[in-house]
């Protein structure tokens, strides 16, 4: 792996039991902490997304085997199941919340399984975990009217800034899903970096608005996943999911210029 290029894992629920749902993009709670002993034993550094940022945009350099450790949505088994064990080896992590789904004042419903609560988060916060944005009701922000991609944005990042006491630097794209106004609707918002997911290493050409994850799955074996952080045959790994992301790159360019022809005839 060459040291311009950073793993950054995406995770989703950490659960024995997930909703059907989310089960597929689940990882069971011992294969999480056998996949984080991977990490320790090879010697990765986690980072948060902030920090990764920071040392791109400062040219300050990078620590030893650099990693990050990325979870979206905001499902309750990251403060049960994945804090004790990001705790136990001293690695630090980000979360990326949709602010209507986290249970207790701005809930819109939609949510797919048990999500954090706003005490939860706030104690991961305190744990030293980052929290970032995933937008507000976790829709597709590119097929989004300008309007309603900008509720979307400001309305996740000003609760974070009330629940929190401090602004989010960071976000991640629901679904990976973005374009340039999508990415400049969230700079503007005043997020510094965001992430999509492409699965492949992200690196410091891609820009700070269009980083690049890997999914981790509940599939995703430990041989699989020892490849994936050194960043060996993530072509043969993904095949698949590179296949359907082109093919529904289409329909979301069909459905993009529907709506505005939709928008311009109003």
Same mark, same amino acid.
């Given at each position: 792996?060459?040291?311009?290029?950073?793993?950054? @894992?995406?995770?989703?629920?950490?659960?024995?039991?997930?909703?059907?749902?989310?089960?597929? @993009?689940?990882?069971?709670?011992?294969?999480? *902490?056998?996949?984080?002993?991977? @990490?320790?034993?090879?010697?990765?550094?986690?980072?948060?997304?902030?920090?990764?940022?920071?040392?791109?945009?400062?040219?300050?350099?990078?620590?030893?085997?650099?990693? /990050?450790?990325?979870?979206?949505?905001?499902?309750?088994?990251?403060?049960?199941?994945? @804090?004790?064990?990001?705790?136990?080896?001293?690695?630090?992590?980000?979360?990326?919340?949709?602010?209507?789904?986290?249970?207790?004042?701005?809930?819109?419903?939609?949510?797919?399984?048990?999500?954090?609560?706003?005490?939860?988060?706030?104690?991961?916060?305190?744990?030293?975990?980052?929290?970032?944005?995933?937008?507000?009701?976790?829709?597709?922000?590119?097929?989004?009217?300008? !309007?309603?991609?900008?509720?979307?944005?400001?309305?996740?990042?000003?609760?974070?800034?009330?629940?929190?006491?401090? *602004?989010?630097?960071?976000?991640?794209?629901?679904?990976?899903?973005?374009?340039?106004?999508?990415?400049?609707?969230?700079?503007? *918002?005043?997020?510094?970096?965001?992430?999509?997911?492409?699965?492949? /290493?992200?690196?410091?050409?891609?820009?700070?608005?269009?980083?690049?994850?890997?999914?981790?799955?509940?599939?995703? *074996?430990?041989? !699989?996943? !020892?490849?994936?952080?050194?960043?060996?045959?993530?072509?043969? /790994?993904?095949?698949?999911?590179?296949?359907?992301?082109?093919?529904?790159?289409?329909?979301?360019?069909?459905?993009?210029?529907?709506?505005?022809?939709? !928008?311009?005839?109003?």
């Amino acid at each position: 792996m060459s040291g311009d290029r950073v793993p950054i @894992l995406m995770y989703h629920a950490v659960a024995h039991s997930p909703a059907r749902a989310t089960y597929g @993009l689940s990882v069971a709670p011992e294969a999480f *902490a056998a996949q984080m002993g991977v @990490l320790a034993r090879r010697g990765f550094t986690p980072m948060t997304t902030n920090q990764l940022a920071i040392a791109w945009r400062t040219g300050s350099g990078l620590p030893p085997k650099p990693v /990050l450790i990325t979870f979206d949505d905001g499902y309750e088994g990251v403060h049960r199941h994945a @804090l004790p064990v990001l705790v136990e080896h001293g690695f630090v992590a980000t979360l990326f919340t949709s602010t209507g789904w986290v249970r207790g004042g701005y809930e819109t419903g939609g949510a797919l399984d048990l999500m954090l609560s706003w005490d939860q988060v706030r104690e991961l916060a305190e744990a030293g975990m980052e929290i970032g944005g995933h937008s507000h009701t976790h829709p597709q922000l590119d097929q989004l009217t300008d !309007e309603h991609l900008w509720f979307e944005v400001l309305r996740c990042r000003e609760i974070l800034t009330l629940e929190l006491g401090r *602004a989010p630097v960071s976000f991640a794209y629901p679904y990976g899903y973005s374009d340039r106004r999508v990415r400049r609707a969230v700079g503007s *918002a005043g997020f510094g970096v965001s992430l999509a997911v492409g699965n492949a /290493l992200a690196s410091r050409p891609q820009g700070p608005y269009a980083l690049e994850r890997v999914t981790v799955r509940r599939s995703t *074996a430990l041989h !699989e996943f !020892e490849r994936l952080v050194e960043g060996r045959g993530l072509g043969r /790994l993904f095949i698949r999911d590179r296949a359907l992301t082109k093919g529904y790159a289409v329909v979301r360019r069909a459905r993009q210029v529907a709506r505005k022809a939709s !928008e311009a005839r109003v």
